[in-house]
């Protein structure tokens, strides 16, 4: 395999599996490992760099400001909350990531956390530590066998946290508003018609949305008070998704086991102090966003990302964008078959600039034997008659139509 045509930058602003980029370093592409930055000193280290690889490393509209040659940001992970998706949008950045390759760690964490609340786990073994004995207060749990879980969402971490809980024999039911009655039955669950009927019917509800404008605060005083005395509120998604009031004053109320593994004020770095009063509750248990964080789940997303990061070096391909419009403003489609002759393309896209017609795609294919092409543009606006005769008129070009 050949090396890469000129030096791309790579800058991996967050710890990934030992490694992952070996084969990158030896075809060529310059990859500078910094997890020591942070949001603040992120800018300053921009410039220079194509490809921004992240995990948890806040990406401001600063840091892209500074990014004088960045073409592409890799987040590795499911979620793209922690980059101004926005801001890179508006320099023509593409941000991807790295879907459904933490899938399994997240369900097995939501599993434990349901299993460490019906059994009290961390409690046992605080006073275990400290030299207690009591086995009469911990000898009182559920079980989990034929209660009612409710997923909120049913993504791949949902539907692995619906299989490990079918295991357990859970009765399983799930919302969400894509969900069809065929695949809620391929999968075994019940779908329920409304978030409502699913709050008020289970014994368990676990979230399992992705955070986005539409699921921000989605979850508040109402639903939470819709959950039955003694249910069990498990959130590894994102805090956000739920009114953190609301959810504090629930809790502090008794009325329900809370399991979460996200928090509203949650330190930037790896270590630091914790001040959110919901995780000091009794009776809520909670991890220190760790969902995705097994071995098996950071070897696959660093496989996802590193893959990414090849895919765009050596092909211009783009994996997982999650800030392409998938469906522009076209008003209509223009066809010019040609000689594949070198400027005629050049002549065509400049008669629509003097139009002032806008290309949002364009395809161009070659013909068996090389001699003719077609190519088919989709315009933000209907050229007038007058540049489509202009077109048709120039040399090299076979024909023009307007679809």
Not at 94 to 109: K, Q, T
Not at 292 to 311: F, L, M, N, P, Y
């Amino acid at each position: 395999m050949t090396g890469p045509k000129m030096t791309a930058r790579v800058l991996v602003a967050d710890k990934l599996e030992e490694g992952a980029f070996r084969d990158l370093v030896a075809q060529g592409f310059e990859i500078i490992e910094r997890t020591d930055l942070t949001s603040e000193s992120l800018p300053a280290a921009l410039p220079g760099v194509k490809v921004l690889v992240v995990r948890s490393t806040i990406v401001t509209k600063e840091a892209i400001a500074a990014a004088d040659r960045l073409a592409l940001i890799v987040r590795a992970g499911s979620g793209t909350n922690n980059i101004d998706v926005a801001a890179a949008s508006a320099r023509g950045i593409y941000v991807s990531n790295c879907p459904g390759r933490n899938s399994v760690a997240v369900a097995e964490l939501t599993l434990g956390l349901l299993l460490a609340i019906d059994r009290r786990l961390p409690d046992n073994v605080a006073d275990l530590r400290r030299g207690k004995w009591d086995k009469g207060s911990y000898s009182k749990a559920k079980g989990l066998k034929g209660r009612r879980l409710g997923l909120v969402g049913f993504g791949a971490i949902a539907q692995e946290v619906a299989r490990r809980a079918q295991a357990f024999e859970l009765e399983v039911q799930a919302y969400a508003r894509t969900l069809s009655d065929d695949v809620a039955k391929r999968f075994g669950v019940d779908r329920s018609t409304s978030l409502d009927e699913l709050f008020e019917s289970s014994d368990i509800v676990s979230l399992h949305v992705p955070l986005s404008k539409e699921t921000r605060g989605m979850i508040g005083a109402a639903l939470l008070g819709r959950l039955k005395r003694g249910a069990v509120f498990l959130n590894t998604a994102r805090a956000e998704v739920v009114d953190q009031v609301a959810l504090l004053e629930v809790a502090k109320a008794g009325k329900i086991w809370v399991g979460t593994d996200v928090f509203a004020a949650e330190p930037e770095g790896k270590s630091g102090d914790f001040s959110d009063e919901l995780g000091r509750l009794p009776n809520v248990y909670g991890s220190h966003h760790i969902g995705a964080s097994t071995d098996q789940a950071q070897h696959e997303i660093a496989k996802a990302a590193v893959g990414h990061v090849r895919a765009f070096l050596e092909r211009g391909e783009v994996k997982d964008s999650v800030n392409i419009l998938h469906a522009p403003p076209v008003q209509g489609t223009l066809v010019v078959r040609h000689l594949d002759r070198v400027g005629v393309l050049a002549a065509v896209l400049g008669a629509l600039r003097n139009d002032d017609v806008n290309v949002e795609t364009m395809e161009n294919v070659i013909f068996a034997g090389g001699l003719a092409a077609c190519a088919r543009i989709k315009v933000a606006q209907r050229p007038q008659a007058a540049t489509i005769e202009h077109l048709a008129g120039l040399e090299h070009v076979i024909s023009v139509e307007l679809l």
